[in-house]
């Protein structure tokens, strides 16, 4: 018996949602008193698996095929659900992430697996099975028992931290047999996204709503993100409106994300607004209206102009960096 988890890598290297999974799996394997097994799959050093130990890692596999440096969704479950199978696991985790998502619900497939998608905490108990989520874009908590021998689970980003947990590690390599029909899209190239920091990914992001009166003043928005290194982000209404681009739209229909700093400028914190952001660690939030929503929900709150406050704040962290 064992729990399998597939670590993603990005180029060759893990972030720090794999290490958050690696940590939220060795605890889960204690809990279930087996063993884990962490999957790799791609081009990778052994220097850079070896920094999954930190976490607790002892045995990885590492599946090492040209064909899959790149990710597709169809091999990746086969490869996963083949090594899951091998090594009698009970359960399968992996973040909740785009490749997550597309992944998991195919091994639940091969597997006869039951699956639970953004779990936020520890199995409440293992026998049953039982598992808490976000329900009703976050507006309440669910928890769901799973009946299946195996489980599938996906892990919400930013919800479990990083246990540092050293521990030796061996690394298997693999080659499976993978079926060469479910080679069907070649990704002939990749061009990354420069100097730009990715929404989903970001530790900090500013996010700014209808409160900034125009989109001519988005500057101190761009201003306070290039000093925090923050991705920038916008409500509905300032997409609708065609203010910024949709990819910056969070909430309950935009992007879901979990950073540890969410700064909310002119934001109101309408419910379908909070429901992408609450899993945020710290949330600071700038109105000029004492009564806004938002404040309920931020750690810290700033009454005050966003066209005043804003620069100031950029300028306060300019001058703590230098
Ligand atoms: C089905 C459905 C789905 C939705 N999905 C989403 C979603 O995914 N994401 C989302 O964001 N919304 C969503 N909405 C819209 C949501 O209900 C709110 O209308 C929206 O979030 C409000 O955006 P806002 O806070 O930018 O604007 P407003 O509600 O207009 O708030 C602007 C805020 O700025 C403050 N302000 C004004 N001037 C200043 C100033 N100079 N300085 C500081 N503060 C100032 C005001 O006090 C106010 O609180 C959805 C709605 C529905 C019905």
Redesign the pocket.
Known sequence: MSVVAFAKNWNGKFKNSSYELVSYTKELANQMQTNLVIVSIGKITEEELNKLSQYGADRIISVNDARMNVLTSRVYAEVIAQIAKKESAELVVMTDNNSGKAIAPRVAVKLKAGMVAAVQELPVSIKPFVVKKQMFSGKTFGYVQINSAIRVLTLAKNCFGLVENPVECNIDISHPEVNTGLFKIQIISEEEQKNKVILTDADCVVSA???M?SPDNWRPVEELAEVLGAATAC????SDEGWRSHEE??????KVIAPNLYIA?????????V??ISRSKCIVA????PE?P?FSVADYGII????DVLPRLTEAFRKSKS
Do not use: F, K, W
């Not at 409500?235 to 300032?238: D, E, F, L, M, N």
């Open positions: 709503g209808r409160g009166r409500s509905r209404p300032v739209h969070v909430g309950q229909t935009g400028a002119g934001i109101s914190g309408a419910i379908q607004h429901a992408g700038i109105n000029t209206d806004a938002i005050g102009d966003v066209m």
